[in-house]
């Protein structure tokens, strides 16, 4: 063997190991060195109808501060991940590296989102509320909502389905179908009305729902919490003596105006099955989707002998409650002054 020959082949044995270091070292960074620099845990979001690498290397690269792209994509690839993307949300955490990160997407390993609503009137604002946190739009739920026969096969129809959504806090994955959320939605109402609440609804001559109609009245009837058993108290007491409920929440939610300051006589004979001035009984729905803490109040309500109230003339939000008529025309008079010294009309 010539002399040349033999040097580049004792080069060459010198080079392999060089070359296997090098490579060895480019997989290991591409494998296992963090890649992403974020300060805390960072969310990438991958839509079922766009799922775009590209667009999700630049979510990676500018949110989840990614040092090195292009490392990323060598082993996305490699891995055949651009042709299986899963849609979700994922988090990316500090220090996190490539291969954990593919790991989780390829195997659509989503982050659950923490699903709140409360503070809710209308259905339109629920479904808006919850298509923020969501995949889903919002006409898909408003689509569930106002189906008559979907509503019945849950044991509700399309008004009282609102008392289905007990305001709280839910985890869900960010992608789930609207079906499967109304499912979901059905399970957290059972788990809810356990035996001893559904055993204090009866005691009370009242089902599931219609307590929840009467506590969305109570919420409100009153911005003070602590008011709640008191007030539903006061409510329980009409219905059992056949009186109308007479709440003044009832009419603004006929008129179609929370923000009313004063209820006048006019508003008092708007027709409708939720103006309790001229129907017995619980409107046919819920005026809110009421809290646990509403509902609670209801079944633990406070046993008094007050049939009539009135908001405090100081405007605290408290109420001033009584047993007789007499009573309460004093304490109506007084809040009436101020309205009008304060020249709320």
């Given amino acids: 063997m010539k002399k040349a020959s033999k040097r580049l082949l004792y080069i060459g044995f010198l080079l392999v190991p060089v070359i296997a270091a090098a490579c060895g070292t480019i997989v290991y960074c591409m494998l296992y060195m963090p890649n992403f620099k974020v300060a805390g845990t960072k969310y990438v979001y991958i839509y079922e109808d766009n799922k775009d690498f590209k667009v999700l290397c630049e979510e990676l690269r500018d949110s989840a501060d990614c040092k090195n792209i292009k490392l990323f994509e060598l082993l996305a690839a490699f891995r055949k991940y651009p042709e299986n993307m899963k849609p979700g949300r994922f988090s990316v955490e500090p220090g996190m590296n490539n291969n954990t990160l593919l790991n989780r997407l390829r195997r659509g390993q989503q982050a659950p989102v923490r699903l709140t609503f409360n503070n809710i009137r209308q259905v339109s604002d629920l479904t ?27 044991g509700f129809n399309t008004v009282t389905i609102k008392t289905m959504f007990i305001p709280n806090t839910y985890e869900v994955y960010w992608n789930i179908p609207a079906d499967k959320l109304m499912e979901r939605m059905k399970r957290e109402y059972d ?143 007084k809040y009436r002054a101020e309205l009008n010294r304060r020249g709320i009309r």
Avoid at 132 to 154: I, K, V
Avoid at 300 to 317: I, P, R, T, V
Wanted: aromatic share 10%; hydrophobic share 35%; proline share 6%.
């Fill in 128 to 154: 808006d509320r919850l298509s923020d946190q969501l995949m889903l739009e919002s006409d898909e739920l408003l689509a569930y909502l106002n189906d008559e026969a979907y509503c019945e096969s849950l």
């Fill in 191 to 333: 788990t809810f009305w356990t035996t001893d609440r559904r055993k204090k609804a009866d005691n009370i001559y009242l089902s599931p729902v219609e307590v929840s109609i009467l506590a969305s009245i109570v919420e409100e009837e009153t911005a003070v919490p602590d008011e709640y058993p008191a007030v539903a108290g006061l409510y329980i007491n009409r219905l059992i003596k056949g009186m109308p409920l007479q709440a003044d929440p009832t009419v603004k939610y006929a008129v179609g105006d929370f923000s009313l300051k004063r209820i006048l006589n006019k508003h008092l004979t708007v027709e409708s099955p939720y103006n309790t001035y001229l129907h017995e009984g619980l409107p046919p729905g819920p005026i809110r989707f009421p809290s646990v803490k509403g509902l609670d109040a209801v079944l633990n309500y406070a046993h008094h002998n007050y049939l009539y109230m009135c908001a405090k003339e100081d405007f605290s939000g408290r109420h001033n409650f009584a047993v007789t008529l007499k009573e309460h025309n004093r304490n109506a008079d």
